[in-house]
């Protein structure tokens, strides 16, 4: 018999995955122009690579959350906006 397999901690790394890569996409084509800002500011600031990214990938993962949620399109400049606010995270969703 096989041993159990962590099936939630797998989609857990793979989405983790994902969004570092769609924000490594966004700032290495300077779209949106506020992902390569918002890494050069907090770069400036003294935090690492690792965790920009991962303050970055929060916010996408919100805003993917909030679509899916609403059923509606991408919020761009919703989406810019929060990137442009970190190191200040999006509120909590109740």
Known sequence: MSEPTDIDGDEEAFTETTLIEAIENQIESDNPPAAKATFNKL?????????ILNLMAHVLAYEIDAMLDDDRAFDTEWYEAALRALPELPPEKA
């Open 43 to 51: 770069t400036l600031v003294g935090y690492e690579r690792e965790d």
